[in-house]
Structure formats: structure tokens, C-alpha cells
């Protein structure tokens, strides 16, 4: 973390330190469209909450993603009850917004009379009570390493593998430009606590259902660049998703396959969703082209080279607009300082 990782030091580990001290239950919620980050951030500090007593309860909008069901600890992640449980403590994680929790979850943690938010987008408006935001982070999972060494808090085997697979999935494999000496520090860290780095690899990149590459064949006939081939986009339509009965997490991380392609340094994910609006990630290999930036001017947020919005439908008319704005930001970069 960008800031000290001493209690003494940086108030708002001092205070959060404190409200997990002195508070007996949480609920711990993460975005919804949940992706490695977010579950293994929930996971990552409810066991280590578990191993001091509390009571903890782990929910998510749209539940746990069949591609993460290898953690251990998993199965403790629940979708939101009907009504509003009885905790004194809600924690926010890897969620930029507080909207983004999902309403569901909203209401589940309603009752709760302190909110925590911890994460590392830059676009997040510190909605909590008690916020800890670095957005020089690679991934809400470090901060929670930093987090439970400072405080001295329990790291189980839970845990342990959780903040791993965090970190793994929101850096690319610990290949993205924010990853630093301290993230390989963190996971060598790991691997001395039991982590079994080649089983826990493998199932988070070498297991994925058939359905999958079936998708990604359907993304190929959709792929386009610009005449320069430095914007490459493709696009996800309802009706493949019905067709191929896909699940929200099949097409995690695919767009990185386009924007591995030579010359391209700006990469854009267009998906239609159930209720009518469009999800749109994006990529960028530079900062100069930065996509959080344009992800704000949409209502979206997120990294410099990492970013996402969720805005009305057609596809059509979303896909004219965002490829417009990344025209733009790529024609600005063009020009002389």
C-alpha cells in the first residue's frame, strides 16, 4: 500500500482495526458480476474474522461464480436473504460504488449501523463510514494483506489461498503494469504459509467449462479494429448468451486475448444484458490512453487501464458512443504535449 501499513500511523487501518475489534457481527458484500478479486476479498477477511469469533456472513448479489467454487471456504458465500439481517457491521469490498453491492444486498445490509469500504479503484467516492481506498493497489486482496498483518489479525489456510487468487486474477497472472516488488513479496509470503501454487493455478486457469471456448469462437466472428488497429472490439449479444447457455463468469478475462494483439493498445467488451442495458469493459496498454476516464463519462469507473460501464441499451447506439469517446481519447494522445 501506498500509504503505512502501521495501525499507529495511518488512521484509517487504526480506526477499521478497531470497529473489527470491538464489533461481533458483519456482513461482508462484494460487487455484483462477482469476478476472482471480489470472492477471494470476501473470503480473505471473513475467515480471518471467523478465526477471531465474530459472526460473519458472506452475500453476494449474484452469488458465488461456478468458476470459483474450488476455494476453500466458498461455500459460505450466500445470495442476500429476503430481509435484513441482524449485524452491527457492513463491509464493502473491490466495489467501486455503493450501488454496485446490488439492491438485494443493500437491503440485507440495512440494519447494519457502521459501513467499511475497502477497495482499490481510484473512482471509488469513499462511501463508507470508514474507508480505506489505494488505488495503487493491484487488487483489493493485497490491501487485505496489508490489512491483517498490520492488525495482527489470523490469516487461515482460507484465507490465505483466497487473498492469492485475488491477486492472481485482478493482475493477469502477476503480469499488469500494478503489480510491484511488494505483490510478488505478498505471494511468496503465501507460498511459505502451505500454498500450493500449482494446484491453485491450475484450477483457476486450466479448468474451464466447454461452453467457454464455444463463446470465444462466437466473439471471433464479431471481432473488429480500427483502420490503425489500435481499438480492437467484439461484442456479446443476448442471444449467443441463450444459445450457448453461458454463465456470467464464462467470459471473465477474455478480453484479454484482444488486447494481446499486436498494435492494439485499446480493447473493448460490448455485452448485452437481460434487462435491456449494455456492460461494457475496457483495456488499455497505456496510461496516456486512459479508460477510466472514459468509462466516467458514462457512469462507470474503475483503473487507468482497467475500467467498466453499465449503461442504457441498444447495443448499437452504446457501442457508437463508447467507441467515439475511445476515438477521442486515443486521437488526444496523438498530439504534441
Known amino acids: 500500500m501506498s500509504e503505512s501499513t502501521d495501525a499507529q500511523t495511518n488512521p484509517s487501518l487504526a480506526a477499521i482495526g478497531e470497529a473489527l475489534r470491538n464489533h461481533q457481527s ?121 490489512l491483517i498483518q498490520a492488525l495482527g489479525m489470523p490469516l487461515p489456510e482460507e484465507t490465505r489461498d483466497a487473498i492469492y487468487v485475488a491477486v492472481s486474477t485482478d493482475t493477469g497472472s502477476f503480469q499488469y503494469p500494478s503489480t510491484t516488488a511488494r505483490t510478488y513479496e505478498m505471494a511468496a509470503d503465501l507460498v511459505r504459509r502451505g500454498l500450493d501454487v500449482g494446484t491453485i493455478n491450475s484450477l483457476t486457469y486450466d479448468d474451464h467449462p466447454y461452453r467457454r471456448l464455444e463463446l470465444m469462437r462466437a466473439l471471433l466472428n464479431t471481432l473488429e479494429r480500427t483502420p490503425d488497429g489500435v481499438v480492437a472490439h467484439w461484442e456479446l449479444r443476448e442471444k449467443t448468451r441463450i444459445d450457448l447457455a453461458l454463465r456470467p463468469e464464462d467470459s471473465e478475462g477474455l478480453i484479454d486475448v484482444i488486447r494481446a494483439i499486436r498494435g492494439v493498445k485499446l480493447a473493448l467488451f460490448f455485452e448485452e444484458l437481460p434487462d435491456g442495458k449494455v456492460r461494457v469493459s475496457m483495456r488499455s496498454k497505456e496510461r496516456a490512453l486512459d479508460v477510466c476516464r472514459i468509462a466516467t463519462r458514462f457512469g462507470g469507473g474503475g483503473h487507468a487501464l482497467a475500467a467498466g460501464i453499465r449503461m442504457p441499451g441498444p447495443l448499437e447506439a452504446a457501442k457508437a458512443m463508447v467507441l467515439a469517446a475511445a476515438r477521442e481519447t486515443v486521437n488526444a494522445a496523438k498530439q504534441p504535449a
Open 26 to 146: 458483519f456482513v461482508l458484500m462484494s460487487h455484483v458480476r462477482p469476478d476472482g478479486d471480489a470472492i477471494g476479498s470476501q473470503i480473505a477477511l471473513g475467515f480471518s474474522l471467523l478465526a477471531m469469533g465474530k459472526s460473519v456472513r458472506l452475500i453476494n448479489e449474484d452469488g458465488l461464480p461456478e468458476n470459483l467454487t474450488f476455494l476453500k471456504g466458498s461455500d459460505r458465500i450466500e445470495s442476500p436473504p429476503a430481509g435484513p439481517l441482524d449485524v452491527e457491521v457492513a463491509i464493502a469490498l473491490d466495489t467501486a460504488t455503493k450501488p454496485r453491492l446490488g439492491d438485494k444486498a443493500l437491503h440485507a445490509a440495512s440494519k447494519a449501523k457502521l459501513w467499511i469500504n475497502i477497495d482499490h479503484h481510484i473512482s471509488n467516492p469513499k462511501y463508507g463510514d470508514l474507508n480505506l481506498i489505494d488505488a495503487t493497489s493491484p487488487a483489493t486482496g493485497e490491501i487485505l494483506y496489508d
